[in-house]
């Protein structure tokens, strides 16, 4: 009778170390992108449409930050 098993150490091989590191730049690069879009897309924005959001110009690049990064 032949059996046959599954055995993973807790060491990963260096092709799951390789594709989880590219999954990791992959996800950190979408994350900047995200960024750079939101602060792209509220800079626009003219002093009076963000003064009526409650906002002020200095708040942007935190905003973008926590829309970005804090969302996951």
Known sequence: MAT???????H???????AGFFT???????????YR????ELSTLGDRDL????LCRSQ????AWEHAYDAH
């Open 4 to 10: 046959a098993s599954d055995i993973r150490t807790e």
């Open 12 to 18: 990963s091989g260096i092709v799951d170390r390789a």
């Open 24 to 34: 990791e730049v992959g996800a950190r690069y979408a994350r900047y992108k995200t």
């Open 37 to 40: 879009a939101t602060l792209n």
């Open 51 to 54: 003064r009526d959001m409650g």
């Open 60 to 63: 942007l690049r935190s905003i």
